[in-house]
T-cell receptor, first 111, second 112 residues
Framework: GQQVMQIPQYQHVQEGEDFTTYCNSS?????IQWYKQRPGGHPVFLIQ?????EVKKQKRLTFQFGEAKKNSSLHITATQTTDVGTYFC???????????FGTGTRLQVTL | DSGVTQTPKHLITATGQRVTLRCSPR?????VYWYQQSLDQGLQFLIQ???????AKGNILERFSAQQFPDLHSELNLSSLELGDSALYFC???????????FGPGTRLTVT
């Protein structure tokens, strides 16, 4: 079945440093979504990418969808303590008519 | 607040028992999804209903079942509970059959 992996599993940065998480799918995706889950909270939708090579920005967050539509990345510039949480990518596509969540990257930011 | 409500917030029960988790989607959303999240684990998709019909199935155990009612709320039934079923169960909803999902606060199930 479709598998979606994320790296790294965990990253600890100092506030102000940049952060990137990478998402790789075993199959071609029709779209990819990103979610953030704060500690003790529920996942919150951030963005959806649909087109090959698409790049979208939300303030300090930059999302990219690969040309082959099998990978994606989320880059945070100048992290803040409010960025703490686990970031999940979720891909829709292949033979499965369902969203497959990635394994998640937990981000810790300290002063 | 996502607009998705889940009850109860916490549930403690014994092995072998049966429980029902309830979810009310956002107003206007036709799809309801159920996910299981174990400690420090990712989100495991269980099942999706769209406008009352089962649309997609994930790794849902045979001991688990779900349904979506005419008013679009959904229930997840977990039976013959085992210790390993202890987890956070999230419900999510979306407007259509696909698209961005809005998650509820979750139900934390503890099986002792």
């Amino acid at each position: 079945g479709q598998q979606v992996m994320q790296i790294p599993q965990y990253q600890h940065v100092q506030e102000g440093e940049d952060f990137t998480t990478y998402c790789n799918s075993s199959t071609t995706l029709s779209n990819i979504q990103w979610y953030k889950q704060r500690p003790g909270g529920h996942p919150v939708f951030l963005i959806q990418l649909v087109k090959s090579g698409e790049v979208k920005k939300q303030k300090r967050l930059t999302f990219q969808f690969g040309e082959a539509k099998k990978n994606s990345s989320l880059h945070i510039t100048a992290t803040q303590t409010t960025d703490v949480g686990t970031y999940f990518c979720a891909g829709f596509g292949g033979t499965a008519s369902k969203l497959t969540f990635g394994t998640g990257t937990r981000l810790q930011v300290t002063l | 607040d996502s607009g998705v409500t889940q009850t109860p917030k916490h549930l403690i029960t014994a092995t072998g028992q049966r429980v029902t988790l309830r979810c009310s989607p956002r107003s206007g959303d036709l799809s309801v999804y159920w996910y299981q999240q174990s400690l420090d684990q990712g989100l495991q998709f269980l099942i999706q209903y769209y406008n009352g019909e089962e649309r997609a199935k994930g790794n849902i155990l045979e001991r688990f079942s779900a349904q979506q009612f005419p008013d679009l709320h959904s229930e997840l039934n977990l039976s013959s509970l085992e210790l390993g079923d202890s987890a956070l169960y999230f419900c999510a909803s979306s407007v259509g059959a696909v698209g961005e999902q809005y998650f509820g606060p979750g139900t934390r199930l503890t099986v002792t």
